[in-house]
């Protein structure tokens, strides 16, 4: 049994629902230098058969990612207090800029609306292929919830690093 196998079969054994994604093994090392290559990837692991070792199918995955662009443009909802940016650039926004990002973050129930409802693998797709067209097609950023006004670069830097840890739990079979 390979180890995704395994991943798969103890969490359907466990019968909780819930995967605790800082744990699973098996994920895919992914590194993206642009949206274009987050799309090619999605449209591959779209076409294959293949499992989420995580809690989210592929269509809330590529629908998540696709929020997360288009808020990226439009500017979140709600931002974090202004310590806490100033806390957050300073210990964690290089490693957030640089490195795929750590699963199992716990988003505030002010982000709820980030969390997606059941969502088609078509139709999750279909939306990220939109939200990638926007981000392409537009140099406009809008304030990060946690750093705040940060670059065209730096935004799209830590959303390639979001997409790669999200994608990373698509695994083909």
Not at 27 to 40: H, I, K, P, Q, Y
Not at 74 to 91: H, I, K, T
């Amino acid at each position: 049994m390979t180890t995704v196998a395994k991943t798969v079969a103890k969490t359907t054994a466990t019968g909780r629902g819930k995967v605790d994604t800082k744990k699973v093994t098996g994920r895919r090392t992914l590194r993206f230098e642009s949206f274009d290559e987050v799309l090619t990837d999605a449209e591959k692991m779209a076409d294959l058969d293949g499992a989420t070792i995580g809690n989210w199918s592929k269509g809330q995955i590529y629908k998540h990612l696709a929020k997360s662009l288009d808020m990226m443009i439009d500017g979140p909802p709600f931002v974090v207090p202004l310590p806490m940016r100033l806390a957050f650039r300073l210990l964690m926004m290089k490693r957030m800029l640089t490195h795929t990002l750590t699963p199992g973050f716990k988003l505030p129930k002010r982000a709820a609306h980030m969390v997606p409802d059941a969502t088609s693998t078509e139709e999750g797709l279909a939306m990220l292929r939109n939200a990638v067209a926007r981000v392409n097609g537009t140099s406009q950023r809008g304030l990060h919830p946690g750093f705040g006004k940060i670059s065209q670069q730096q935004w799209d830097a830590f959303q390639l690093r979001h997409c790669e840890m999200h994608l990373s739990f698509i695994v083909p079979s």
